[in-house]
């Protein structure tokens, strides 16, 4: 997308969730992943990276230490 196609996808995705709290998409829910995909035609989408989750859903990430300025 580019430009003014952009705004116009921004605006059609903005003012329903602005003005009724909806987003004007299938609500998220842990089965089906549905995912807004923004790209040259957006759409919903089942989550693209559903493979990568699941292999790195058990896994637990220790915390990095933080770097000294």
């Not at 605006?11 to 609500?27: D, K, M, V, Y």
């Not at 957006?42 to 990276?49: N, Q």
Request: no cysteine.
């Amino acid at each position: 997308m580019s430009g003014a196609r952009e705004e116009q996808w921004a605006r059609s995705a903005w003012t329903p969730f602005a003005t009724t709290g909806t987003l004007g998409r299938p609500e998220y829910d842990t089965e089906q992943r549905p995912t807004q995909l923004i790209d040259t035609e957006p759409r919903v989408a089942p989550y693209p990276a559903e493979t990568t989750r699941r292999i790195w859903a058990d896994h637990t990430f220790n915390a990095l230490p933080l770097r000294q300025a």
